[in-house]
């Protein structure tokens, strides 16, 4: 199986947990890729079976909005049935960026297989057990 983890992040909170994700899906048997917005185009994302995206909360209580929500808009209508997961770290809010953003995917037809993962600042250890098993859950 063939995936992909597809992140921004400005402080490097969203990459550690990114970085679990991957070794959850290279545990579970598959190929992972790690990929930044500016490394994807829409038509990229067919190569893969599943993909997880990570976006932390910015603006108020948006996406990234330079490179990651364009990046995102135009893949999300090409993605399909294909099997998605989202995570992001997140600040001072109550996770309202998430929220938006999983209406935005129920909205688009998106297919998440899983719970969303979210975690405040750096990520500890208990939230990158729950990265590793979101790419576990993804790669199966
Ligand atoms: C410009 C900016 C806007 C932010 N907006 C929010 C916000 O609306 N809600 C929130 O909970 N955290 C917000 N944060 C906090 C970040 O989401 C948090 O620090 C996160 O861990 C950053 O992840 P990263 O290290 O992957 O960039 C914001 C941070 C920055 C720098």
Same mark, same amino acid.
């Given at each position: ?5 597809? +992140? ?13 994700? *991957? ?8 190929? *992972?890729?790690?990929?930044? /917005?500016?490394?994807?185009? /829409?038509?990229?994302?067919?190569? +893969?079976?599943?993909? *997880?995206?990570?976006c932390?909360a910015m603006g108020s209580e948006v996406l $990234? $909005?330079?490179?990651?929500q /364009? ?15 989202l995570?992001g770290?997140y600040?001072?809010g109550d996770g309202e960026w998430m929220r938006s953003w999983e209406k935005d995917c129920a909205d ?8 969303s ?9 208990? *939230? ?13």
């Amino acid at each position: 199986m063939k995936t992909a983890v597809i +992140y921004w992040s400005g402080t490097g909170n969203t990459e550690a947990m990114a970085r679990a994700v *991957a070794e959850g899906m290279t545990a579970a048997g598959a190929e *992972a890729a790690l990929l930044t /917005p500016d490394r994807v185009q /829409p038509g990229d994302l067919n190569a +893969y079976d599943a993909i *997880a995206f990570g976006c932390p909360a910015m603006g108020s209580e948006v996406l $990234e $909005e330079m490179e990651f929500q /364009p990046m995102f808009d135009a893949c999300k209508r090409s993605l399909g049935g294909k099997r998605a997961a989202l995570f992001g770290s997140y600040g001072w809010g109550d996770g309202e960026w998430m929220r938006s953003w999983e209406k935005d995917c129920a909205d688009a037809g998106l297919n998440l297989v899983c719970e969303s993962v979210i975690c405040t600042e750096t990520p500890d250890d208990a *939230a990158l057990d729950a990265c590793r098993a979101l790419g576990k859950a993804l790669a199966e």
